[in-house]
């Protein structure tokens, strides 16, 4: 069942602004980073690379960047920081919770405590050369209800301070994406949303409070970009080839057969109106709420090209919509 369908491919943001419904993830291009031995990044990066994707992306249009402090143990943020620096028409939101030590790029821990999310604030805010965090998201998904509200209240004060402009919660649970809804500050989720995984109640708690869908895993870790086959095996260094709980898209670094199965079941409908598999699954998450803001992943310039070709398009017209949602329901049953 379709939530709100619209044609437009922008969005209104928190203060007004409009800018296109397409952000970019800025998670791979942090490079490798790892907790003991299990790989947490998505493999080499060229900084280079990275950068001029990111300043095509802007030249294409895209206006929003999503980090976090941890991506890289903080070198992404220190290349978004690089390639944006303080100008104030683009918008960059980054996320904390994750310590890592940026000299062994390891995890050292998860923590939610006022010091530490100040701290936090101001190494991002050097990290990414702002003069003001536009976007801050707390990054603990299952961080326990009734503990959260010390942390927005501390987010409240930042935002008071002039440091930060808005915050949100990258959680999966509608039960903590409503619990601070109605604070002065709060405006977006952060969570997984794919056309494997179209997750109505969240969805419900974003139009309910008018907040902003910022959809992580939009392209099922790539598994949407069509570049895999059942042979392809991601390297030592990329996360899909790490055993984790939540990796349910790739299984020992290869697709997760059930999901090639239904990815294969969709392939074509997807690519309605010509677009590439890529565009079409990010033309699929704006035709189910005009809430979405997807922000696929990348880390080369052709990548950002792609990403961003989809907004020519808009979304998937409703009778594709409902002939995927048929498709995959046979395959569940």
Same mark, same amino acid.
């Given at each position: 069942m379709l939530t709100k369908p619209d044609t437009k491919t922008t969005?209104?943001? !928190?203060?007004?602004? =409009?800018?296109?419904?397409?952000? $970019?993830?800025?998670?791979?291009?942090?490079? +490798?980073?790892?907790?003991?031995?299990?790989?947490?990044g998505w493999g080499e990066v060229d900084d280079k690379e990275s950068i001029a994707a990111i300043h095509r992306a802007i030249e294409l249009g895209i206006r929003f960047f999503d980090t976090a402090s941890n991506y890289g143990a903080g070198h992404s943020e220190e290349?978004?920081? =690089? *390639?944006?620096?303080?100008?104030?028409?683009?918008?960059?939101?980054?996320?904390? /919770?994750?310590?890592?030590?940026?000299?062994?790029? #390891?995890?050292?821990g998860a923590f939610a405590d006022?010091?530490?999310?100040?701290?936090?604030? @101001?190494t991002s805010l050097r990290r990414l050369k702002r003069d003001r965090l536009d976007l801050l998201q707390f990054h603990l998904n299952d961080f326990p209800l009734e503990q959260s509200d010390d942390v927005f209240e501390t987010l409240e004060k930042l935002r008071g301070e002039g440091k930060v402009d808005a915050f949100g919660w990258s959680t999966d649970y509608p039960d903590r994406a409503a619990r601070h809804a109605a604070r002065p500050g709060f405006v977006s989720v952060q969570h997984t $949303?794919?056309?494997?995984? +179209?997750?109505?109640?969240m969805i419900s708690v974003i139009d309910r409070y008018g907040l902003i869908s910022i959809n992580r895993g939009p392209l099922a870790m790539g598994l949407l970009s069509g570049k895999f086959s059942a042979d392809t095996k991601v390297g030592d260094k990329d996360v899909r080839g790490a055993s984790l709980d939540w990796m349910v898209y790739f299984k020992d670094g290869r697709i997760a057969p059930d999901f090639a199965a239904r990815l294969q079941a969709v392939r074509?409908?997807?690519?309605?109106? /010509?677009?590439?598999?890529? #565009? /079409?699954?990010? *033309? !699929?998450?704006?035709?189910?709420s005009s809430r979405t803001l997807p922000i696929p992943g990348f880390r080369t310039v052709a990548q950002v090209e792609e990403n961003a070709g989809a907004?020519? =398009? /808009?979304?998937? +017209?409703?009778?594709? $919509?409902? @002939?995927?949602? =048929?498709?995959?329901?046979?395959l569940r049953t």
């Open positions: 969005i209104n943001l !928190w203060d007004g602004t =409009e800018i296109p419904r397409l952000g $970019m993830g800025c998670w791979a291009i942090g490079g +490798p980073f790892y907790a003991g031995d299990t790989p947490l290349v978004l920081g =690089e *390639a944006i620096g303080n100008r104030s028409d683009v918008v960059v939101a980054t996320k904390f /919770g994750f310590a890592t030590n940026p000299e062994t790029k #390891q995890a050292t006022a010091d530490f999310i100040r701290r936090s604030a @101001e $949303m794919n056309v494997f995984k +179209p997750v109505p109640d074509e409908l997807l690519k309605s109106g /010509g677009r590439t598999l890529t #565009q /079409g699954a990010l *033309a !699929w998450l704006w035709a189910r907004l020519a =398009e /808009g979304p998937l +017209p409703p009778a594709v $919509m409902t @002939e995927i949602d =048929e498709t995959l329901a046979q």
